[in-house]
């Protein structure tokens, strides 16, 4: 089988884009690989965190990832720092990757915006941290939303630099697979920006652990515009990508959904999508609080994933170590 690795970062609360983008479609697929999906702290700490909030929303996003339905008889699940050597090939691959790959990485100038000279290198090393995570495993494929796409073409690019300059093959060549639906979920805020977890603004997005009472808040305030048309055009993000959404969940085309709204207005298209939301996250939910009501279960659960992933990580280190010259 091949390998896919993924993660998603313990930083606030995991949205609808992390799950149509990402999480929906690792289960969808997941008994056709040998899957590794982990929970990136250590990216987590590239931009300020609470420590007892990164302890907490660990554990929640293991708890979700199960939640949604990923299943340990094909998965392996796991905290990044976890395994020590997700830090150490990043230092060895730092050693690799010009800055003028790093300069041209969109989520860095997204995230340090103005701050350019208090922001912490990690978040300039960020891709390079990310590429460790996938090479590690000689991951295959990498099931991620559109905005990774360039962090995944860098982390071919650094393989195969460093495969060439050793004459070996110690890393496989990753892939990214990204959809066509769900691979761009927008801001329900402003439908111009993706939805993001580490938006100041929680009426942007809606989480999964939102309840009914707060999805129905959330979508009723959604941006749409003036026009009343309930209709895709790229010309009117707001209410496209709400559509969009609907479509995912309904898996109805286009046509099918513009019918069902004909001569309606955006009032009752709101009010269908919030009842689709709902009858797909309640469900997450129930499966969500058994799971992190029994904390010593889940914590050995993601021990044994991370003594599953190690030896793994421990041979694609050493085989790079030896081929530098360390060790
Ligand atoms: P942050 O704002 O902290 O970066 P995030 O919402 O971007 O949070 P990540 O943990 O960075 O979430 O990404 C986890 C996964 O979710 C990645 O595969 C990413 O591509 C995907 N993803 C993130 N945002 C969206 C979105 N709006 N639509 C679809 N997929 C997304
Ligand atoms: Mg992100």
Known sequence: KKR?????????NVHLGNYLGAIRNWVETQDQYDNIFCIVDLHAITLPIDPKELHINTRKLAALYLACGLDTRYCKLFVQSHVRQHAEIQWLLNCYTPMGWLNRMTQFKTKAGEDMDSVGTGLYCYPVLMAGDILLYQTHYVPVGDDQRQHVEMTRDLAQRINSLYGKQIFTIPEAQIRTSGARIMSLEDPTKK??????????????????KTIKKKIARATTDSERLVKFDPARPGITNL???YQILTGQTQEVIEAEFEGKGYGDFKAALTDRLVETLSPIQQRY???ISDMPALENLLKQGADDVRPLAERTTEKMKRAIGLG
Do not use: C, H, R
């Not at 993924?6 to 930083?11: L, R, V, W």
């Not at 939805?195 to 809606?206: A, C, H, L, R, T």
């Open 4 to 12: 896919v690795f993924s993660g998603i970062q313990p930083t606030n």
């Open 289 to 291: 609080q058994e799971i």
């Open 195 to 212: 939805m993001s977890k580490s938006d100041p603004n929680p009426s942007s997005y809606i989480t999964l652990l939102d309840d009914p």
């Open 243 to 245: 559509l969009s959404i």
